[in-house]
């Protein structure tokens, strides 16, 4: 089956910081990855769209200048939360679909971040 | 864009009963609709799908049918086990070809078997 990893699996970091998730896919190739939030007891919130090489494409209300996303090769994403406030704790999520597969995407861990 | 709504939010059955969770979705164009159990803390897990061209689909306990016309689908999880207790969600997307469709949840299902 298909891998994806997330890094790190828990943060926690202060008011005012920055914090970067990476999501990688380990046996395979994604050309498109996604970026999800959860709340505690709440559905997944898709954030962004992360193509390969390109921009990312946020949803609508997500603040493109405060969750940075590059996806800069084949099997690597990353999510860098910036200037991280109490409100931005979440459990953020990635997932991949295969390449030439676009049908079954595949969920990371995620990464439980709490921000001080 | 897409809407789907997810009913019951919360289900208790006794272990052995069957167990039933209904999805609507709004977009005509979509046409994956995959089911996820989530445990907590957990990545969501994929435990069946269909596509549009599909009218029912089963694997083992769990079955999954799908009304085009009504826009809805749903979940069948028979003989129903405490090991099935956990969070559902349904999805709906857009894919196919090269075409790689964002999912769009529902609200999610606590799903809990009393032994």
């Known amino acids: 089956g298909a891998v994806v990893s997330q890094h790190p699996s828990r943060v926690i970091c202060k008011s005012g910081t920055s914090v970067k998730i990476e999501c990688r896919s380990l046996d395979f190739q994604a050309t498109t990855m996604f970026w999800y939030r959860q709340f505690p007891k709440k559905s997944l919130m898709l954030m962004a769209t992360s193509n390969e090489g390109s921009k990312a494409t946020y949803e609508q209300g997500v603040e493109k200048d405060k969750f940075l996303i590059n996806h800069a090769s084949l099997t690597l994403s990353t999510l860098t939360v910036t200037s991280a406030h109490p409100e931005d704790s979440s459990f953020y999520i990635c997932?991949?679909?295969?390449?030439?597969?676009?049908?079954?995407?595949?969920f990371g861990p995620g990464t439980r971040l709490t921000v001080t | 864009g897409e809407n789907v709504e997810q009913h019951p939010s919360t289900l208790s059955v006794q272990e052995g009963d069957s167990a039933v969770i209904k999805c609507t979705y709004s977009?005509?164009?979509?046409?994956?609709f995959p089911w996820y159990k989530q445990e907590l803390g957990k990545r969501p897990q994929l435990i069946i799908d269909?596509?549009?061209?599909?009218g029912e689909k089963k694997d083992q306990r769990i079955a999954v049918t799908l009304n085009k016309t009504a826009k809805h689908f749903s979940l069948h999880i028979t003989e129903t086990q405490p090991e099935d207790s956990a969070v559902y969600f349904c999805?709906?997307?857009?894919?196919?070809?090269?075409?790689?469709?964002?999912?769009?949840f529902g609200q999610g299902t606590i799903l809990t078997v009393h032994p």
């Open positions: 997932s991949a679909y295969r390449q030439g597969r676009p049908y079954e995407q595949y």
């Open positions: 999805a709906a997307s857009n894919a196919g070809g090269t075409s790689y469709g964002k999912l769009t």
């Open positions: 269909i596509r549009s061209n599909v």
């Open positions: 977009d005509s164009a979509s046409n994956y």
